[in-house]
């Protein structure tokens, strides 16, 4: 871990200490270098979104029992296992997400038949085809950060 990624994470772990839910972007810039903020950056690609919470207060050990009973919740469902569980779908559904972009990258570049010639002229234009598979792309990279979103809203509702 070189020393700027490890001083961003030393900021990010205390700055979630002092805050509530908060969210920060991981941003790459047209150098390739990454950074994280707290608000956009210009000219910057967005690669990933963080929701920040804090950890919850440790309660007065008189006031908690110890042991097993202590690690279920009231309604007798075991909280490390849906814990578990929720941050393998985030997991999942970050892996998702990222396929997801590599082929919205990938489908920038026209497929043959996807130009049409100009008579007398040396330019191209793109078909409808070629549109409608970007559309389709940038879908579903949308519908990989909704779901990703929804798995950080499930593990954030199991934490409360």
């Known amino acids: 871990m070189?020393?700027?990624k490890g001083i961003v994470?030393?900021?990010?772990a205390a700055g979630a200490a002092?805050?509530?839910a908060e969210t920060v972007y991981k941003y790459e810039r047209p150098d390739g270098k990454v950074i994280y903020s707290d608000s956009?950056?210009?000219?910057?690609?967005?690669?990933?979104?963080?929701?920040?919470?804090?950890?919850?207060?440790?309660?007065?050990?008189?006031?908690?029992?110890?042991?097993?009973?202590?690690r279920r919740?009231?309604?007798?469902t075991d909280r490390r296992a849906v814990l578990e569980d929720?941050?393998?779908?985030?997991?999942?559904a970050d892996q998702a997400l990222k396929d997801a972009q590599e082929r919205q990258q990938l489908a920038a570049e026209p497929l043959p038949g996807e130009r049409l010639g100009n008579a007398g002229g040396s330019t191209s234009r793109l078909t409808p085809s070629y549109f409608a598979r970007q559309r389709d792309a940038a879908a579903a990279v949308d519908a990989a950060r909704a779901d990703l979103d929804a798995a950080y809203r499930l593990r954030n509702e199991v934490r409360e």
């Not at 963080?50 to 008189?62: M, N």
């Not at 919740?73 to 007798?76: E, H, I, L, R, T």
């Not at 929720?86 to 999942?92: G, M, N, P, Q, Y």
């Open 73 to 76: 919740p009231a309604d007798g």
């Open 86 to 92: 929720a941050d393998a779908r985030i997991k999942a």
């Open 40 to 70: 956009p950056v210009k000219g910057a690609k967005l690669i990933g979104r963080f929701e920040l919470v804090p950890a919850p207060p440790a309660a007065p050990s008189a006031q908690r029992p110890t042991g097993e009973a202590s």
């Open 9 to 12: 994470a030393l900021a990010l």
């Open 2 to 4: 070189t020393a700027i």
């Open 18 to 20: 002092f805050a509530a």
